[in-house]
């Protein structure tokens, strides 16, 4: 597992699984080939561990919990001590039902309406999370299908019925409805919330709304109510056949659904359904920035917190959906899908699948395409199926929602929603743990491939999906990246894509050959997967004055890098998730917001810009305090800068920089980009 030094420029990049105890889970112990298909499906460790315990240690005793009247029936949850050095006494509601479970024929399915319940429901127990995992090796399939559920948590000082004396709250009595809504009109003002979605560490296919990863109390400090729901993930997250029956993306119905929750329940949790945040991180992020864009959740939240992604990354979007779902069918049963391909057969396919299938299969549509990086077949798609013919009229009974009419770009573009505040950024060194979970000094041929193909690590958006195609009168070059196995199909480029494979070559390598130029290689994946969407997304909002953009990049390292402190990294740079140990309490992580170091100062810092945004859409509001604390000015980035941008800088220091957010390749993306529109476009 050791893996060999890079050479080259003397760069070694160790990536041997560092990880605590807990976090250790056994399958990175085992060695080949389960860890060539580790490789080659490249899965970063999930941000929490494998089996997702649950550990509430700070939970104080549960019979006294305060009680809240959501709309379906009352709450009961649990007072919690905060941890790492917090003190904070916060009321805990795990576990919610937002949404029916989506089983059975409700598989793949829009979420439908939560059922009622009589009496008092516990909310102590987070909800599982949804299937994840690798059927084939010792890790299994966790999680369960019944899975959509969401954490409420607000610090104790602003729930009714509550003092803020260190003693548990005497039990407040089950309320009828209409004494709810007075004796819950809290003695403070409602407090605004932060409802964020989990990231994944392998986009859109892993991850927990749970308290392992996203521990609240740094951000409840800061008097905010935090909401953290799950979401389907994998094929049972984006499968689409464009059809009635399997509609596409059911986790962005589902973060909707919970969102659509929140709005109508926010006020019995002491918090302001008018002043709701949506954050998120990585395809968290592109979730919610799809919620920002689409008009099926306008009006719901008021700003946006989007942290190393956005609904423009190329690995947010797909129109290749039904292609891939028809694929994961036939993987799953060769029998059905040779005999015919026609919608309703290869839905029954799916609908049928256990769960371990449908990981396994999805497992196998990816590793059929091992050249692409990070290849990830089941995404956000286009929802075409009134166009094709196969949903009803809109408005029927039992109709399926359209969630995505349109391509993110073409939403960025026609702006059928008027924009909100946003602040988003990235890390310094984004795509390291990527380039190291490549493994190219173990596997020396993969890296000569891309030498001789460069064109394989463009990004799969450069030019546009076809709704933004149609804005700038542009068409598509036939690219096709083929698939292997049992239907081998021999990927297609044709000359333009080599002749921009030429132009990266030329701008990242200086012509040269890449093999020994791993830092190269990492700014350009760097670029690709994370910095030019969002760039190009800050400079769009800025040209089209929508509301204030924040822009910042994470370049602190210190104990709390969640990414670092898991690997063995001899490269300077805060890597993807890095920034997650500043905002979230994450277990494991010893995290100790009293002891007198930089990294506890940096905790203080971002949790203090993360709330002053959710409270106030401005990360420094007016008037400006300079202090330690927050030493720089934090101004949106505005047009006269163009093309830099104003980007706060949070190392060691915090200052604001003038400069392109994501380095200095990005005026090379950016004519790139424009050129493949006419000249238009982001
Ligand atoms: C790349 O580096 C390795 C080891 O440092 C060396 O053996 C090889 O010749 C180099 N290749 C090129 C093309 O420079
Ligand atoms: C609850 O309080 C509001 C004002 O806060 C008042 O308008 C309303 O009539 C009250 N409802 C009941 C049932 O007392
Ligand atoms: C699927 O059906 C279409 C027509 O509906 C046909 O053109 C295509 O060849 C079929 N594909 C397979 C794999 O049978
Ligand atoms: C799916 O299951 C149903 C009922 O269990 C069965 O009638 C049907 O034949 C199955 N379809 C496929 C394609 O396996
Ligand atoms: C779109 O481009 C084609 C050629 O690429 C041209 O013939 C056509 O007139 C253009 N349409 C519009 C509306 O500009
Ligand atoms: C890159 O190196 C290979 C040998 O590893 C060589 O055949 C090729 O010509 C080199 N290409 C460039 C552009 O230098
Ligand atoms: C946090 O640090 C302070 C000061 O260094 C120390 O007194 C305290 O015990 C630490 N708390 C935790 C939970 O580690």
């Not at 069918?329 to 699948?353: C, F, G, H, K, M």
Request: aromatic fraction near 8%; hydrophobic fraction near 40%.
């Amino acid at each position: 597992m050791h893996a060999a030094a890079m050479g080259g420029d003397g760069c070694t990049c160790r990536c041997a699984c560092a990880c605590t105890p807990r976090r250790c889970p056994a399958a990175a112990r085992l060695l080949s080939p389960l860890l060539l298909a580790a490789v080659l499906l490249q899965l970063l460790l999930p941000l929490a561990a494998a089996a997702y315990p649950q550990v509430h240690a700070h939970d104080l005793r549960s019979e006294d919990g305060p009680e809240v009247r959501a709309e379906q029936g009352v709450l009961r949850g649990v007072w919690v001590l905060g941890a790492a050095g917090t003190g904070i006494k916060f009321a805990a509601f795990r576990g919610i039902p937002f949404a029916a479970p989506p089983v059975g024929p409700l598989r793949f399915k829009a979420p439908r309406a939560p059922e009622p319940w009589e009496g008092v429901r516990d909310a102590v127990a987070e909800g599982p999370v949804c299937p994840q995992g690798q059927p084939d090796s010792a890790e299994g399939v966790l999680g369960d299908e019944d899975c959509l559920y969401l954490n409420v948590y607000v610090p104790a000082a602003s729930l009714a019925g509550e003092t803020t004396t260190d003693a548990p709250a005497t039990t407040t009595t089950t309320m009828s409805p209409e004494e709810a809504v007075n004796d819950t009109a809290p003695a403070r003002p409602l407090l605004p919330v932060l409802f964020f979605l989990h990231g994944s560490g392998s986009w859109f296919q892993r991850g927990s709304a749970g308290a392992l990863d996203l521990g609240p109390e740094l951000l409840l400090q800061h008097d905010i109510v935090v909401v953290t729901p799950s979401f389907r993930l994998g094929a049972l997250g984006f499968a689409s056949l464009d059809s009635e029956g399997v509609p596409g993306n059911a986790a962005l119905k589902d973060a909707l659904a919970a969102l659509r929750w929140l709005h109508g329940n926010a006020r019995a949790f002491g918090a302001d359904k008018d002043r709701i945040t949506v954050g998120g991180h990585g395809s968290g992020a592109a979730l919610a920035h799809y919620l920002t864009l689409a008009p099926a959740a306008a009006g719901l939240a008021r700003a946006a917190i989007l942290q190393s992604g956005s609904a423009l990354a190329q690995w947010a979007y797909t129109q290749d959906h039904v292609r891939y779902a028809t694929e994961l069918a036939a993987r799953i049963d060769p029998e059905a899908a040779r005999l015919s391909n026609d919608t309703q057969d290869v839905e029954d396919v799916l609908r049928n699948a256990t769960v371990a299938q449908l990981l396994r299969g999805h497992a196998e549509v990816t590793l059929a395409r091992p050249h692409r990086v990070n290849f990830v077949p089941f995404v956000p798609s286009p929802e075409r199926r009134l166009q094709r013919g196969l949903g009803h009229g809109l408005g029927e009974e039992d109709e399926e929602e359209v969630f995505l009419p349109h391509d993110p770009e073409y939403l960025v573009v026609k702006r059928p929603v008027p924009s909100l505040p946003i602040l988003m950024g990235v890390t310094s060194q984004e795509a390291l743990l990527r380039f190291c979970n490549l493994k190219w000094d173990l596997f020396p041929e993969r890296m000569e491939l891309y030498n001789t193909e460069l064109w394989h690590l463009l990004p799969l958006n450069l030019w546009p999906s076809d709704d933004t195609a149609a804005v700038f009168n542009v068409s598509r070059p036939p690219v096709d990246h083929g698939a292997g196995g049992e239907d081998e199909q021999p990927p297609t480029f044709p000359s333009e894509v080599r002749d921009i494979a030429d132009q990266v070559r030329e701008e990242y390598f200086g012509g040269a050959n890449i093999t020994n130029s791993s830092q190269q290689v990492v700014e350009l994946l760097n670029d690709v997967f994370y910095n030019a969407d969002i760039h190009r997304l800050a400079t769009r909002r800025v040209q089209a004055a929508a509301q204030p953009t924040y822009l910042y990049r994470f370049s602190f390292e210190g104990e709390y890098n969640v990414g670092r402190a898991r690997r063995r990294l001899d490269r300077p740079g805060a890597v993807h998730t890095d920034e997650m140990g500043y905002i979230w309490r994450v277990e494991g992580l010893g995290q100790n917001v009293t002891a007198d170091t930089a990294a506890a100062l940096t905790i203080k810092r971002v949790t203090t810009l993360w709330t002053n945004f959710v409270k106030t859409g401005s990360p420094v509001p007016e008037p400006l305090e300079l202090t330690e604390l927050i030493p720089d000015a934090w101004p949106p980035t505005e047009a006269d800068t163009l093309p830099k941008q104003a980007v706060m800088d949070i190392g060691e220091k915090m200052q604001l920089r003038v400069e392109p957010l994501g380095g200095r390749h990005m005026n090379f993306w950016r004519i790139e980009y424009r050129n493949l529109r006419n000249g238009g476009g982001l």
